[in-house]
């Protein structure tokens, strides 16, 4: 029978169908940290158990570390309990950590992958919605609630429902300046925060055959937005060349086993979706959101629509058919899971290059990992975004979320290439716009919302 990507990964990992119409599923490997992994182990602690396989465990530090002296104790009580809890119980139940210090430490899901750990055909896990980056790989992988953590620690199994499948295609040639982040905030923008729900995404077609490891994780990352389970694009060379070498993947003639499984991994011909959406890559153009959710978002020269939702624009300070083009912002931030890695910060750095910001604007720059700084130092781009007048920061999810240091005053405009503009979300009373890394730094020199084209032309 002709199967999905998603069907011929899950269906591999199934261990027992039981009743109810659930299924146990083996878990390849899951990824923790601090905000979520407390429970679980007090859990754990509470039942007199191990962990079943420390093999299959990754922690890091991500949410609640600084950004600025990280060479110091954190500063804020919540966050450096947290941090110092994920270290006893790493400690404790002998578990590999990439905490604060540790040249591997970063984001979550910037390590998996670039240390080869993430690999195709797996089923991954994590304690936060945004696991379904690692699906660019051609994974099985999405976000788990706290008692599910402690599950896969103590069993490496899930007990689930399988869900139902969606194909997003979108064919064509994006135009000069449109980037992986616009096409996902269009799809999102289309189907809306809950036109995925209850489904499991393949991404297929040829804008997305043609994006780059980072391009098509920055997709993936966001599928959660539009309600989905989780987000997937069947592996292919430039899988391959991005695995090719790294840490944790197989070496020698297991490389080239490797390799023959990864290339049986996509969808057949007749395989069947229980949902099926196609775009045309032409009607996409640079995008930001204008509302406190991702789904409300816009093309960058396009006038806020007409809606029902006037409480979101109320809490952002806008009018139905004004056009954002000029308003005046006060923050940027070019970090987060979705949009911190080397190449991201590479086609800023390309960007901003002899340029200068606008005096009253505060840019914060954040990798997603010691590796990615370490590779920006090297290639100078620290220097670029210094010379530019950007802070260049140490890893960690920064801005993203109001759970650290780095927090968006009230009433101010931030355009963050993050993945959620909830109320709240950089910081009580903050105000987000998001958009991509080339957008978000064309904002940066102008102090305002520009169309970056205009600077592409």
């Not at 039942?47 to 954190?74: C, E, F, M, S, W």
């Not at 987000?231 to 086993?257: F, H």
């Not at 499984?261 to 890559?281: G, N």
């Not at 390309?350 to 920006?376: I, R």
Request: hydrophobic content about 35%; aromatic content about 8%.
């Amino acid at each position: 029978m002709a199967k999905t990507l998603f069907d011929k990964i899950w269906d591999q990992h199934v261990v027992k169908s039981i009743p109810g119409g659930r299924q146990i599923l083996f878990i390849d490997h899951q990824f923790i940290h601090e905000v979520t992994s407390p429970q679980a182990f007090e859990g754990l602690r509470r039942r007199g158990l191990g962990v079943y396989d420390t093999n299959k465990i990754t922690a890091t530090a991500d949410h609640n570390v600084p950004t600025v002296n990280q060479h110091l104790p954190i500063v804020e009580p919540l966050s450096k309990k947290q941090v110092d809890t994920l270290e006893n119980n790493c400690q404790q139940f002998n578990l590999p950590l990439f905490g604060l210090g540790h040249e591997k430490q970063g984001i979550v899901h910037v390590i998996g992958p670039e240390q080869g750990i993430t690999q195709p055909g797996m089923t991954i896990v994590c304690g936060d919605s945004h696991t379904s980056t690692h699906g660019a790989f051609g994974c099985v992988a999405f976000g788990i609630g706290t008692s599910q953590v402690e599950q896969v620690l103590a069993s490496q199994c899930l007990v689930l429902q399988k869900p139902k499948r969606m194909r997003i295609t979108v064919e064509g040639k994006l135009s000069k300046g449109t980037t992986a982040k616009d096409v996902i905030l269009y799809i999102i923008s289309q189907l809306g925060t809950g036109g995925a729900t209850g489904y499991f995404v393949e991404y297929a077609g040829s804008v997305f055959t043609n994006m780059s490891m980072e391009e098509r994780m920055t997709v993936c990352n966001m599928s959660i937005e539009m309600g989905a389970r989780g987000g997937l694009i069947a592996p292919d060379e430039t899988t391959i060349d991005y695995l090719r070498g790294r840490p944790n993947v197989p070496k020698g003639k297991q490389w080239v086993q490797a390799v023959e499984y990864y290339k049986t991994l996509f969808s057949d011909q007749a395989a069947q979706f229980d949902l099926e959406y196609s775009y045309d890559a032409q009607n996409i153009t640079p995008r930001i959101t204008y509302g406190t959710n991702p789904g409300m978002g816009i093309g960058i020269d396009e006038a806020i629509p007409m809606i029902d939702n006037l409480k979101a624009l109320k809490y952002m300070g806008l009018e139905q058919g004004e056009t954002l083009i000029g308003k005046e912002i006060q923050y940027v931030f070019i970090g987060s899971c979705t949009n911190s890695r080397i190449e991201d910060l590479r086609s800023v750095a390309s960007f901003v290059q002899g340029k200068k910001k606008a005096d009253h604007v505060n840019v914060w720059v954040v990798p997603g990992s010691k590796k990615v700084e370490t590779q920006a130092v090297s290639e100078g781009l620290d220097q670029i975004f210094l010379n530019a007048g950007f802070e260049f920061r140490a890893p960690g999810c920064s801005a993203c979320l109001g759970m650290n240091e780095d927090k968006i005053p009230a009433g101010k405009y931030c355009v963050s290439t993050s993945n959620r503009n909830f109320e709240g979300r950089q910081g009580k009373g903050s105000r987000t716009i998001l958009a991509s890394p080339m957008t978000a730094a064309a904002c940066a020199i102008e102090g305002k919302i520009v169309d970056v084209r205009k600077w592409l032309n």
